[in-house]
Every structure is written in C-alpha cells, then in structure tokens.
C-alpha cells in the first residue's frame, strides 16, 4: 500500500508544503489524517506489547518529569535471539513507572507496521532520506520530556486523546545527531537559556498532524486522560556526508597523496592548502560525482521498498514521480510537458490520459501502468522513457 501526501493532508498541497514551510516553519491541520484507528491504536500497542521478543532496553524508552530514564530501572538482563545478552522489558517495573505517569515509547514500528511503513514511505519521498516512526504515550499533567529540540523533522499524528505542545521562538539551527551538538549534549539551563518564549500553543486531538522542522525548541504535556501518539522522524543527509565521501575517495588522486610542506614554511603550506580546496571543487564539479550522490541519496530513500507477490515470483519496476509537478501545455494543436527545470517533453495527442494517470501519482509499479495503459504497447514505452529521460519519472530498483 502506498499513502500520498493528500492522504495525510487535506488543506494544503505537497508543491505548497516543500515551498513555504519544509524546513523553515511549523504546520498544524486539524483532522487531516481519517481513520486514525486503522494507524494505530491501544488496541495495537496491546498485542506490540505481547511480542516480547519484539522489544529490548533500547527500541523501548521510557521518560518521567524531564528525564529520560537508564534501561536499567524498566529492563532486566534477558538474552537475544542469537544468545547475546541484552535488557529484556520488565513487566512489573514498566507498569509501576507508568502509574508514576512515565511517557512510555516504542521506536522503530515503521519496521513493524505495514500501515505505519506506508506513511513513513510518503515522507520518505517528501524529504529524499529516510524516516522511522515512534509512538509515544501518555498521561494526564504529567511531564514526560523536558523542552527540547529534534536532529530530525517531526511529524506527530494524534491517535487518541489530547496533547498541547508548546512551540518555542529558539531553534537550534541545522541540528544534527552530532557528538558535542546533540540535544543530550546540553543541560536543562541550557535549553532552557536557548528555547526562548512560547511562539505557539497547538492542541493535539485524534486525526491532527504538526510539523516541526528540526531544531525547533518544543515540549508537549497530555490535558486528556491518556495520550497516544505516532512520531515520524525524518533524519537529513547534511553536507558533511559529502565530505567523508570525499575523504574515502582522496586517496586515489595523486595530488591529495602529496607530502605537506614543513611546518616552517608557511606560505608554501598555505599555498599547498589553497590548492586543496581547488583540486576538491574539481572534484565535486565533476558530473559523475553529482550522479553518484545523487544516486546514493535515491538508494537511501528507496532501499526499503520491497515488492513480494509470493508465489508469484515475477519482478516489477518501481517508479518515483518527481515532487516537482511539470506542467501539461497545448498550443497550436501541438502538445508538451514543461519540467521544473524549464525544458520541454513533446507528447503526441494520444499521450495524454497516460501522462495525466502518472502525473496524479507519487509512485507507481509499471504492473499497475500496464494494467491501466498497457494496451499503447510501444507508444506507451516512449511515453515512460521521455519521462525517465526528462527527470519526471524516476526508476527504482526494487
């Protein structure tokens, strides 16, 4: 199953969304998300609860009154499923935490779920990177965690009950999951000091979903009896990626294996050092370069697609539509797609019900493309390889 973005949102559209508030500010509609129940329920985290090989001190995490609990005080020692000691959830010691009023979370369900794995997908695709999904619970006036910011872009969908967040005017800016710059890297004072004042407070009910750009100060306190919640954390791929590739592939270049000049010699070194950064612009300039990045952030987003039909055990292609919408464009009785980019597709007439069937979709098997238009045959495959061609359409490997 596939989930678009108009399935998870009603009030605003996803060209919208990556131009005015992707990165740059907070989203809140109120029951855009229907049938919050088929997502998750009490219900679910029930039987999640009763598969307690699923569970371990660090895919379970618990929080009381601004502190994130050690393992140790809701685990016991317990072994894996290849022997490996590991902290296995202690029943009695998570319910007495929980009568105390802890924030009780589950992480890593997007690899659980197929309903969740689906949403994960759509905000996979939004982000180009990958997403995993928790879910948090809570109680009624009780703190779990204290203010704060995510290294990730956070979508919460309520699922029951009541949660009012309070958004802060502090944002800690290109958050990453960074030794020395982590959120557990900083003091409550700190935070407290770097949050700011409330910018705004959003009531969270079932079927509504906030975004939150990483790095914005929040916390959230549940005014219902019990709060359940989904947290959709979409994790970037940042500059500094780019670096260590460069780095693994440094040493292949003759110039970057040069002996560096004495320390003495300083102008030479800095001269040296300038023609560093020259040889590694070359390098980054290179469109081979920028096809294997691009390549490798398209992997990263799509290498948990998987398409088994057992027994059947024919393959499939799968395909991404670009979030970049071209426009459809009829003049002088000649008919052609207009990319983003500003270049030109020519369609003939006959085109067009297959090129608009694409164009309505994210993503799309060519098994579901030839049940819907496999009778153009060849005009059909011209069709889709204009789209790869054009960068309308991108193929996965699935």
């Keep these: 199953m596939d989930v678009s973005f108009d399935r998870l949102f009603k009030a605003i559209d996803r060209q919208t969304f990556v131009r005015d508030y992707l990165d740059q500010r907070v989203y809140h509609e109120a029951g ?23 569970w371990d001190g660090k895919s379970i995490e618990m929080a009381l009154a601004g502190r994130v609990l050690d393992p140790r005080e809701y685990c016991r020692p317990g072994l894996g499923r290849t022997g490996e ?22 992480d890593y369900l997007d690899g659980i779920d197929p309903d969740i794995a689906a949403v994960t997908r759509c905000f996979e695709r939004l982000f180009g990177t990958n997403t995993s999904c928790n879910m948090y619970c809570s109680w009624q006036q009780v703190p ?22 309070n958004i802060y005017d502090g944002r800690f800016r290109e958050a990453t999951f960074t030794a020395g710059i982590r959120p557990a890297d900083f003091t409550v004072e700190q935070h407290n000091r770097m949050r700011g004042k409330v910018a705004q407070r959003i009531t969270m009910r079932p079927g509504d979903i906030l975004y939150l750009p990483r790095g914005v100060y929040h916390d959230a306190l549940a005014t219902d ?22 780095a693994s ?21 800095a001269g040296y050092l300038a023609a560093v950064g020259d040889h590694l612009k070359t390098m980054l300039s290179d469109p081979g370069f920028v096809d294997y990045l691009s390549g490798y952030l398209r992997d990263r987003t799509f290498e948990k697609v998987t398409d088994y039909r057992l027994p059947d055990r024919a393959a499939d292609q799968y395909f991404y539509v670009s979030r970049h919408r071209p426009e459809v464009l009829e003049a002088g009785g000649q008919l052609k797609l207009r990319t983003s980019t500003g270049s030109e597709v020519p369609l003939q007439r006959g ?37 790869v061609e054009s960068r309308v359409v991108f193929p996965v490997q699935a």
């Design 249 to 269: 592939e440094a040493p292949k270049h003759e110039f970057l294996r040069k002996r560096l000049p004495h320390f003495e010699d300083r102008e030479e070194l």
């Design 225 to 246: 009896s019990a709060s359940l919640h989904l947290s959709f954390g979409v994790s970037p791929q940042v500059g500094f990626t780019v670096v260590g590739m460069l």
């Design 144 to 165: 779990g965690y204290a203010s704060h910011f995510d290294t990730m872009d956070v979508f919460a969908i309520q699922i029951t009950g009541e949660k009012t967040w």
């Design 351 to 387: 085109d067009r019900d297959m090129v608009n069937w694409i164009l309505e979709r994210e993503v799309f098997w060519l098994s579901e493309l030839n049940v819907a238009h496999g009778n153009r045959g060849p005009a059909g495959e011209r069709v889709l390889n204009a789209l």
């Design 32 to 54: 855009s998300v229907q049938d919050v129940g088929r997502l998750f329920s009490w219900d679910k985290l029930n039987d999640l609860l009763q598969r307690p090989k699923l």
């Design 85 to 106: 000691p590991i902290l296995r959830p202690d029943r009695q010691k998570v319910m007495a935490l929980l009568q105390k009023g802890a924030t009780f979370v589950l």
